[in-house]
């Protein structure tokens, strides 16, 4: 998969840094405020966290109050990818093709033990963690999450779009670890996909 | 694409040759020359999926069309592959519940009393009668639900949007009672080997009373607005036909297999749970199309009620578990109090339940179809295989054969009556 | 499943009908086991299917055992049912471990087989000569970590994390064809040179392969 690295920050970069006045907070009251209410979602679901997401859009729970209205299934038009269920390996590629996909502004909610850290499933086939993958913004823990908490989840995020800075550059732009893109050092990836606590112990079959 | 010609195949294998290694296929036949290509003979490669919110989870069709017309559909799977039956070899049988939960996650508990039923086999355990009547409240729910979610997608992907709200929100209804049960919504692990989790708590049979009452007027609703619906009838019949004897063929199982006619159920046909004992019909099909999968499923849904009711009425008092105590766990408070009970409750957590050596093969009637567990012990307490046996991977291994020479838009509508879903695909 | 240990009556039809090819049976849980020879296995369950006195006309499932012990061979196994009998049957092949793994495919047999036979290939490396279209299909085709439920396969696979992360992330999306898909896609000249066999159609700025 060819991937061209975006263009790292330099020094001159900064000279676009503009210092917050009042001015600049008043924008970005406004695009944040926007932005944080029409997030779009890309509902990239696989598996039984999918079912929760949809019933988190269906009537009783009502992702549309949220400004979720229109859930995108192309990449083209999302603001925000959830993804919902698990990953394997054999979907890595394609979570990572909608990701680069995806116009910034964009986010990423990780919805879901198998999505946050690969879940119950530490074994040959579960990507361990979608982060590294793709940046993640938000975890949503639960298995699957209740859809109060993925509705947590997503007021979250939009807390942490208000926090941001239309005038910050580096939010925008996402480093790739190398040119065959990866998006984490392989060291990292590594030191993520540990077992920890009890998975250690998991690994005897007889 | 321009310069992409495809041949009219008309190889019923291609693409391996006598030794079965794989060939590649001329796109120009021996002795003929290649010709310029015409605009009208172009055919069309395209890729739906894996992400795509009509295939029903990450399946990917790959798609030969000729305008609008599909010549061949070719479905990749393996997108959700989980390792679940690697895993199964690495747990105790009360550790594989939760995994069961996952598999075929839109009809949970039912996947749960499986599993538990193909164990309890192999051990040679017996349940008690509270536990064989909750566990058929546990499966009809399940296929309820699961029919449910088929009937909002499938209504979804032909254009009927508030279908879907309204199953949605019948199954939110049907949450309420699974969590009160269970504490969970979704993933339930409802069984453990010998009995159930929990039993259910007090009132609970009024209220799943209640909504039996009041379910079949949702029903009611969807058909009036379906049933005689033009467009309905338009998309749906004689779209995906499979004959009966193709139907066998292909090992399909479950509503496809009697909507082509094949009056097959694993409850009439090989009982289990007092199934025999109860009175139900099952709907089989005529024409195995798309629209007798609609009737045959939106009928099992009622006949399920009927069940329901059956059982809540006889629903004796007793325990829920065996009275086993090498599967079943010491109660709480003697396991906190006295030595011995404590102690047997680590070994039982710490070390499994062994199950003698032998291996059983234990088919319910899932909403999807067949379900099969196949476990292989070798006298230890992590199974040596635990095969399942995925209704929903055979049903959709027909596809191609059903889809090809329809529609794009019947192929989106077929796709939909299997009735897929890829976490028991893929494991 | 009922009648606990009286075997079907199959078995002593097949063992009267193919002698020597039939080995032990056995019944275990309820259900009769039969062990056949790897030869004369399509001879035996085609005879299973069409003969009216059998009539398995469904197949219930395909799939292969491996067993800790590695004195144990690997198993191949059938499981037939026949619908208007309402009869089951499951039927083993026995294949040593350290011989090559193959049997014949059944899908002429039954078209259910198809994919079944495919999940064997890919999850335990089990060949079914004759098959069509026999590709993995749970992993992708490139995947070489090795066949996942082979008792040799750890639980976390052979590579590293970092490893599988990057050989996922590598793989061409569009490579997951089959040959007969690839007579007309671009992605042929991403799969790895022992799957480009034969002569194929030169698309522009690709390389073309000997016949």
Same mark, same amino acid.
């Given at each position: 998969?060819?991937? =061209?690295?975006?263009? =790292?920050?330099? @020094? ?33 679901? =696989? @598996? ?16 549309? /109050? ?19 269920? /698990? ?9 990572? /093709? ?14 879901? @033990?198998?999505?946050? =850290? ?5 074994? *040959?086939?579960?990507?361990?963690g ?8 938000? *975890? ?14 997503i007021m ?15 939010l ?16 990292a ?18 | ?16 040759? #006598?030794?079965? +290694? ?24 395209? &890729?739906?999926?894996?992400q795509?919110? !009509? ?11 000729? %305008? ?25 049988? +009360? ?12 009809? !949970?508990?039912? &996947? +749960?009393?499986?599993?538990a039923?193909? #164990? ?62 269970? %504490? ?15 039993d ?37 019949q ?41 009175? $139900? ?19 099992e ?33 003697? !396991? ?15 070390? %499994? ?12 009637? &899932? ?19 635990w ?5 929903? $991977?055979?049903?959709?291994? !027909? ?5 090809? %020479? ?9 796709? #939909? ?11 | ?64 055992v ?9 198993e ?16 083993k ?22 994919w079944?036979e ?35 396969f ?15 992330l590598?793989?061409?999306?569009s ?37």
């Open positions: 998969m060819e991937l =061209t690295p975006p263009p =790292t920050l330099g @020094a001159g970069d900064r000279a676009g840094f503009v210092s917050p006045n009042w001015v600049t907070t008043r924008l970005d009251d406004l695009v944040n405020w926007s932005r944080a209410n029409s997030l779009w979602p890309m509902a990239f679901g =696989t @598996a039984c966290c999918a079912i929760e997401f949809m019933a988190t859009a269906a009537s009783r729970f009502d992702l549309a /109050r949220f400004g979720m209205e229109r859930v995108a299934y192309s990449p083209r038009q999302a603001d925000v990818l959830i993804c919902a269920g /698990r990953l394997p390996f054999k979907l890595a590629p394609v979570i990572r /093709r909608i990701w680069d996909q995806m116009p910034q502004p964009k986010w990423c909610i990780s919805m879901g @033990a198998c999505a946050s =850290t690969g879940g119950i499933f530490d074994n *040959y086939a579960m990507v361990q979608i982060d590294t993958i793709v940046p993640v913004d938000v *975890y949503v823990p639960g298995c699957p999450p209740r859809p109060e908490g993925l509705l947590y989840g979250l995020l939009q807390k942490k779009i208000k926090g941001e800075s239309v005038f910050d550059p580096s925008r732009v996402e480093q790739l670890a190398d040119q065959r893109g990866m998006f984490l050092e392989p060291a990836v590594d030191e993520l996909s540990e077992p920890f606590g009890n998975s250690v112990h998991q690994t005897r079959s007889a | 694409m321009a310069d992409k010609r495809v041949l009219e195949l008309a190889l019923a294998t291609p693409g391996v040759d #006598a030794a079965g +290694n794989a060939v590649r296929l001329p796109l120009v036949p021996a002795g003929q020359t290649a010709q310029e290509p015409e605009l009208d003979s172009d055919h069309m490669l395209i &890729n739906i999926g894996p795509h919110p !009509a295939t029903h989870g990450v399946l990917r069709l790959v798609v030969e069309l000729d %305008g609008e017309v599909v010549m061949r559909v070719i479905p990749h799977i393996g997108y959700l592959h989980s390792g679940f039956e690697k895993l199964g070899e690495y747990r105790h049988y +009360n550790q594989i519940i939760p995994l069961t939960d996952r598999t075929d996650y839109l009809s !949970a508990p039912a &996947n +749960n009393v499986a599993f039923l193909a #164990a309890e086999r192999l051990m040679g355990i017996e349940i008690t009668p509270r536990c064989t009547v909750l566990r058929v409240i546990a499966c009809e729910l399940s296929r309820i639900i699961s029919h449910l979610v088929w009937a909002g997608t499938t209504a979804i992907d032909i254009g009927a949007f508030t279908v879907f709200l309204w199953m949605f929100q019948e199954r939110e209804r049907v949450y309420n009672l699974i969590e009160a049960w269970t %504490g969970a919504r979704l993933t339930t692990s409802l069984t453990r080997v010998g009995g159930l989790m929990a259910v708590p007090d009132g609970w049979t009024d209220r799943l009373r209640e909504w039996c009452r009041r379910f079949p007027k949702t029903l009611d609703e969807v058909d009036r607005m379906l049933l005689r619906n033009g467009i309905w009838l338009g998309r749906t004689d779209v995906g036909v499979m004959t009966a004897a193709e139907a066998t063929n292909y090992s399909l199982s479950g509503p496809m297999l009697r909507a082509s006619g094949v009056a097959y159920d694993v409850r009439k046909d090989q009982p289990y749970l007092d199934y025999d004992t109860y009175d $139900f019909e099952v709907p089989v099909g005529e024409r195995g199309d798309v629209y007798d999968r609609y009737l045959v499923r939106m009928e849904m009622r006949q399920s009620v009927r069940i329901l009711l059956q059982a809540v009425d006889r629903l004796p008092e007793g325990p829920i578990n065996a009275d086993d105590p090498r599967v079943i766990l010491p109660p709480k408070k003697k !396991a906190m109090s006295d030595m011995e009970s404590m102690i047997h409750h680590f070994k039982q957590v710490m070390e %499994g339940v062994p199950a003698p050596a032998g291996e059983v093969y234990f088919p319910v009637e &899932n909403p999807k179809g067949e379900l099969g567990t196949y476990l292989v012990s070798d006298g230890t307490a992590k199974p040596v295989r095969r399942i046996r995925p209704p929903s $991977f055979l049903n959709l291994a !027909a596809l191609p054969k059903m889809a090809e %020479g329809h529609l794009l838009s019947d192929l989106i509508a077929i796709n #939909a009556s299997v009735d897929i879903v890829m976490g028991e695909i893929d494991r | 499943m009922s009648g606990a240990a009286t075997p079907n009556a199959s078995v002593a039809t097949l063992r009267a009908r193919f002698g020597a090819a039939i080995g032990r049976s056995a019944v275990v849980s309820g259900a009769t086991i039969v062990h056949v020879a790897r030869e004369r296995a399509h001879d035996i369950l085609a005879w299973l299917r069409d003969d009216p006195d059998e009539r398995y006309d469904y197949l219930v499932d395909v799939t292969a491996e067993y800790r012990d590695p004195e144990r061979p690997l191949v196994v059938y499981q037939l049912r026949s619908i208007p009998r309402n009869a089951f049957l499951r039927l092949i026995n294949l040593d471990r350290s011989g090559p793994l193959e049997v014949d495919s059944v899908v002429d047999l039954w078209q259910g087989a198809n079944l495919r999940e064997a290939w890919d999850m335990f490396g089990v060949r079914f000569v004759g098959h069509p279209d026999h590709r993995r299909i749970l992993m992708w085709e490139t995947y070489d970590e090795g066949h996942p439920l082979r008792k040799d750890p639980l976390r696979g052979r590579f590293s994390r970092a490893e599988q992360v990057r050989r996922a590598g793989a061409d999306l490579a997951h064809y089959s040959m007969d898909e690839l007579s007309i896609a671009d992605a042929y000249a991403s799969l790895p040179a022992d799957l480009r066999v034969g002569p194929r159609h030169p698309a522009p700025g690709a390389e073309t392969s000997r016949p």
